[in-house]
Every structure is written in structure tokens, then in C-alpha cells.
């Protein structure tokens, strides 16, 4: 128990090891693969290690002289000629503290061990206490000792170039965001503690939205109020925290509701004729395949609620968000107005 065993398929691991230490000698190597289609690697479905071994026959490489060979410390390496400011006997001499065993100080503790990094005019080792000065220090009401934890629904925005951020990055962004502000936050148990986040939503990378939602769990002595400074001084730009209070005990039973999304296009017009024919016929089939590779027919009518040309480049959605009934606006962009995965990148679309 508590031992997680993870492996990684030798034959990559060998691939890997080539490229990461040969060098310009390994140039028609890699033509010469690229030729026996050897493409993708990264994707084990793709990567052919016969091919590869043909390749070394073909080319006479010997895997061993780049990848197991012992090395004599002064033996010119591929790298050399790029200038780290590092010295080369820098180098060697903290590898031959690390094989007897000896520390190198940390030198941003004063002390220099003189590498060669810095010349201490533009470059020197700085240490930040931003993160302590801007920890939120009156967060809990005064003379309140915590009991225990509550549930906090705090509301934010994800605008301008936020969109790009997907939803794991986005995740971690916040999770940093508390620790440095210091939020005393509820942690999952086991050997991997986690602050205990929740998000309503997993926006799709492009989309902007003027109101997203996630719980967090907080000792209840906490002040709402004071989260949204906390938070908000070590976001980055285009997220905002809005709101922030605790959350019923009771989870909602109120039925899914729909969201509006605004789609405003750069440089084109929609085409309102497809428009008009969506919002008339009964049943517009689109097939969607799942991860496991399985398509499966849908009536788009049935998810989206209404559609709307407010101007000739914007257009308002109103989309269904059930369970196996939800569908994207970047979807809808597709299939009812025909446009292009090229198209679509030049509209603007904000979740209301
Ligand atoms: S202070 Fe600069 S030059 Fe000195 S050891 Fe540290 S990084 Fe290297």
C-alpha cells in the first residue's frame, strides 16, 4: 500500500537517451527514420522502434557511443559552443563535489561560489518577499477561534488573453493564488494534500466568461469579504475574483440552467440565412465522436434554445448545459454557420 509504480517503455527511454546527448553526427539518422516513418514517437501507437533499428543499421549508429559510453570530463560536448556564462571547470568542479559527496553553498545566502552567472550589475541573485508582504493578514473575524471549515461560492471572470489558459493550468493558478495569499483552505487527506477546489465548469481553452463559479472550503471563521483582495493580488491578468460567500449547506436542486454566450466576429459577418434555416427546420443531426472513438448521432436542435443575430458579426446563443445534452458555441460556429477552425479563432466568444 502507498507504493505507486509507474514504468516507461525502454525502447523510448533509449530513443530518448540518443537525442538527448548525441549530436550533429545523428543529422542523417534522423532523415533517414523520418523516411521509414517513423513520426510522432511521443504517441505509442506511432512509434515504431523497428524502424528506428533499421534506421541505425542503415546510417552505422552505434547506440552505446552516444548513450552508455562513459565520458571523460574534458571530452567536447554538443552544447559547448553555446556560453551559459557557466564556466566549463565550474562545471567540472561541482561534478567532482558531487561524486565525493560535498555541498555547494547556496549563494543566495550571500556567499558567492563564483560560477560566473553574474555580474552583479544586471545580474544577481534576487530573492522576492512579495508573496509574504502580500499574504492577507486579517482574514478572520477578530477573536473568532475556528471550528471547523465552511464552504465558500466564490464567482471570478476569465477574460482577454485569460482564455488561453486551459482549465488544469487554470486550476493550479488558483491553488497557488491561495497558498501565497495565505487563506487557511481545507486539505484532501493522504499522501497528496490538496486544497479542496471545486469549479462549476471546465471552460474550453478560447473561451472568455464574465462569471464562472468555484467552492473552496475555509475555516469558519473566515471573512469572505477579505478573500477577494487575497486573491485577487496574485492572480494574473484577466482573472478577477467578483464575490465570495458561503455556500448553502443544502446542494441546489434547482434544474440545469441555460447559459448565454456572445459570439462577435472580427472580421466577418454571420451568415444569417443558415440562421434562419436552424431556427426553422426540427432536427439538425451532428455527429460527435467520444474519447474512446465512438460516434454518436445528436439533434443539435434539442441543446440549443435559441439563436439570435444581434448585429451582422454578433450573434447570441442560448445553449442547453445538462448532462449529455450540452453543447460548446464553438460548436454551434461549426455546424450551423459553416465556419472553419481558422474562422472560428477570429470570434469573440463570452459566456454571459
Ligand atoms: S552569486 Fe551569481 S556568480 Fe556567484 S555563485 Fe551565485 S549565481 Fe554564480
Known sequence: PGV?????????????????RGDRRLNRLLVTAYNKGCKFDGWSDKFRYRSWEASFLDEGV????????????????????????????????????????????????GICNQCGACDFETIEPRVF???????????????????????LKISFSKLDQAKYFGHLEM???FIRAIRRSGIPVKYSEGFHPKPL?????????????????????????VKPQTIINGLNIHLPKGLSILNCHFAPK????????????????????????KMNHFNMISEFIIARCNRKGKIKNLNLKEMVINLALLAPN???MILKSEPRQTVRPFEVLEKVFGLSKVEIKQVAVVKQ
Not at 62 to 81: G, K, M, N, S
Not at 129 to 149: L, W
Open 4 to 20: 505507486r509504480f509507474k514504468w516507461q517503455n525502454p525502447e523510448v527511454s533509449i530513443i530518448e537517451g540518443l537525442w538527448a
Open 62 to 109: 552505434d547506440i552505446d557511443f552516444f548513450t552508455t559510453r562513459v565520458r571523460h570530463a574534458i571530452e567536447p560536448l554538443p552544447w559547448d559552443h553555446i556560453d551559459t556564462m557557466v564556466s566549463k571547470d565550474y562545471l567540472i568542479s561541482e561534478w567532482n563535489k558531487a561524486t565525493d559527496g560535498v555541498y555547494t553553498i547556496d549563494c543566495r545566502n
Open 129 to 151: 518577499d512579495d508573496c509574504k508582504e502580500n499574504r492577507v493578514k486579517n482574514f478572520t473575524q477578530d477573536g473568532h477561534k475556528p471550528k471547523g471549515y465552511k464552504k
Open 171 to 173: 486550476v493550479k493558478i
Open 197 to 221: 477546489i471545486s469549479f462549476e465548469d471546465a471552460l474550453p481553452i478560447g473561451l472568455e466568461s464574465l462569471n464562472e463559479i468555484f467552492y473552496l472550503s475555509v475555516h469558519d471563521n
Open 250 to 273: 443544502k446542494p441546489s436542486n434547482k434544474p440545469f440552467e441555460p447559459v448565454v454566450y456572445m459570439a462577435t466576429s472580427k472580421y466577418g459577418f454571420f451568415d444569417e440565412e
Open 314 to 316: 454578433q450573434v447570441r
